[in-house]
């Protein structure tokens, strides 16, 4: 991990909606992004229409220059892209961001894994044993995401679950630059809880972004 840059580097894979909100509150929190996708001249176009801050590289290159590696896209793809780039990602920090849904036939959305389990418990199988892993991110909608981040006069939460105490600074940096207040809930194995509909999710049991007293509410009750 590089401690001399004072900020941390980062590589947000993935160029969706998702991606595109998290590189774009990040660059307007004044941290430096790389940015990657399939298509790097897709890369190229985003990171010159965010500025100076952002650059984009091959997803390689990107891996190799970030200390921290966001993958913004689909479930079933991080599991590919965690076997395909396990070799890169040896003692990177990973942060999942995923959601394991996938649209019904009434127009809503359906859990594409079993009601009991998380994307964040099931991508940990995966990673590299010298890596690091959180999930956080996820529990806004793009909207939301975009929307509320920088709010005044008090900041909305980025809830966050991690295993590596090590790691939680960083994600709390990313957090925080990128216009939200950091809270971290447990461990890996309480991901669920920070996924759609997860009673900490937005499209779950909170249903819109919320203050940190909110937070730290909604944290207590699910403990009485």
Same mark, same amino acid.
């Given at each position: 991990m590089n401690t001399k840059n004072p900020k941390t580097k980062i590589a947000i894979i993935g160029l969706g909606n998702i991606g595109k909100a998290i590189a774009a509150n990040l660059v307007k929190g004044s941290?430096?992004?790389?940015?990657s996708s399939r298509?790097?001249?897709?890369?190229?176009?985003?990171?010159?229409?965010?500025?100076?801050?952002?650059?984009?590289?091959?997803i390689s290159k990107?891996?190799?220059?970030?200390?921290?590696?966001?993958?913004?896209i689909y479930f079933d793809k991080i599991k590919e892209f965690l076997k395909q780039y396990a070799e890169e990602l040896k003692g990177k920090i990973i942060v999942d961001v995923s959601n394991p849904i996938a649209p019904d036939e009434n127009g809503g959305f359906k859990k594409i894994i079993d009601k009991d389990?998380?994307?964040?418990?099931?991508?940990?199988?995966?990673?590299?044993?010298?890596?690091?892993?959180?999930?956080?991110?996820?529990?806004?909608?793009?909207? !939301?995401?975009?929307?509320?981040?920088f709010s005044e006069?008090?900041?909305?939460?980025?809830?966050?679950? !991690?295993?590596?105490?090590? !790691?939680?600074?960083?994600i709390e940096e990313l957090i925080t630059?990128?216009?939200?207040?950091?809270?971290?809930?447990?461990?890996?194995?309480?991901?669920?809880?920070?996924?759609?509909f997860g009673d900490l999710h937005e499209y779950g049991?909170?249903?819109?972004p919320v203050t940190l007293e909110e937070a730290k509410n909604a944290l207590n009750q699910s403990k009485e």
């Open positions: 941290h430096p992004v790389i940015v298509e790097i001249e897709k890369a190229e176009n985003f990171a010159r229409e965010l500025g100076d801050l952002a650059s984009a590289e091959e990107a891996i190799d220059h970030a200390d921290v590696i966001i993958p913004a389990t998380s994307a964040g418990q099931t991508l940990l199988s995966l990673v590299p044993k010298d890596a690091s892993f959180i999930k956080a991110f996820g529990t806004l909608g793009a909207a !939301s995401l975009s929307g509320s981040a006069p008090e900041r909305k939460v980025l809830f966050y679950a !991690s295993d590596s105490i090590n !790691s939680n600074k960083y630059d990128s216009g939200f207040e950091p809270l971290h809930i447990g461990s890996i194995s309480q991901s669920i809880r920070i996924e759609v049991g909170l249903g819109k």
